[in-house]
């Protein structure tokens, strides 16, 4: 079999044509194709990578600042239960101090209605008491109780001893007003008269004197001068006897404090 050669050749060159061809107008724009959406795919990573970077960024930063937010959350509520706390403490405070003194104020109240209404039955007591001694030593006696008085009184100033009668002539002398004499009654010319003549004796001179009833003596009499004071009176015998029995009755109540709880003791 004998080759043609010029169709060979024909045939090699059209191949050439064909590959020559076929690169370029359709290889060559694949290939372009292919490079720009490779480049395009790159970018878009990393676009992708940038934005995915820019995400975590913005995820960490509010993390941050939700943690940030926490804490401050946290500490405002410890600072407001603490607030709370300490306003709640101050109200209780200030609820029982007016309470304490609430109840101070009260038992004070209490204390002095009892204490008046004592004074007041004291007073009560001793205005009915000297009234019926009064009554019954006028019955008895053959002089009166304030006549009575009057003399107890003389016999008292004539009775005083050196030092007494010294100091008390001083502030009679040196007094710049009359002297001050106090009776529970109204004393008669003659008793005043008794009680004048009784003073210019025993201190050799001139005495001012000055009468004045004051009830609250209560069945006495009294001489003041300067500071200095002369008296008797039935008050005088009560205080003493209410002292007395004040301490008669303290000392019950101490023994009564030092039995109570030994009696308790022995009861449980």
């Not at 039955?121 to 008491?129: A, H, N, Y």
Request: overall charge neutral; hydrophobic content about 40%; charged content about 30%.
């Amino acid at each position: 079999m004998l080759i043609d050669w010029f169709t060979v050749g024909a045939q090699v060159l059209n191949f050439l044509i064909l590959v020559w061809l076929m690169k370029r107008f359709l290889y060559q724009p694949i290939l372009h194709a292919i490079d720009a959406r490779e480049k395009r795919i790159a970018a878009e990573l990393a676009d992708a990578d940038a934005k995915k970077a820019e995400a975590r960024k913005e995820r960490d930063e509010f993390q941050r600042k939700n943690g940030e937010f926490d804490q401050q959350r946290a500490e405002l509520l410890a600072k407001a239960t603490d607030e709370a706390k300490a306003e709640r403490q101050r109200l209780l405070d200030e609820a029982r101090q007016a309470a304490d003194a609430l109840s101070a104020k009260r038992r004070e109240t209490l204390r002095n209605e009892a204490q008046n209404l004592n004074q007041a039955l004291s007073r009560r007591t001793q205005q009915e008491v000297f009234a019926i001694a009064r009554k019954a030593l006028t019955d008895l006696a053959t002089t009166s109780l304030e006549e009575r008085m009057g003399e107890v009184f003389t016999r008292r100033l004539r009775m005083l001893d050196g030092q007494s009668k010294a100091r008390l002539g001083e502030a009679l002398k040196t007094a710049p007003d009359p002297a001050l004499m106090r009776s529970a009654f109204d004393l008669p010319a003659e008793q005043r008269a008794a009680i004048q003549n009784a003073l210019n004796e025993t201190f050799s001179a001139e005495v001012r004197v000055r009468f004045e009833t004051a009830p609250d003596l209560v069945s006495g009499i009294e001489l003041t001068s300067s500071g200095q004071k002369l008296g008797w009176s039935i008050s005088d015998y009560l205080g003493s006897l209410e002292k007395g029995v004040g301490d008669l009755m303290n000392a019950k109540d101490k023994a009564e404090s030092k039995i109570g709880p030994k009696s308790d003791a022995k009861g449980e």
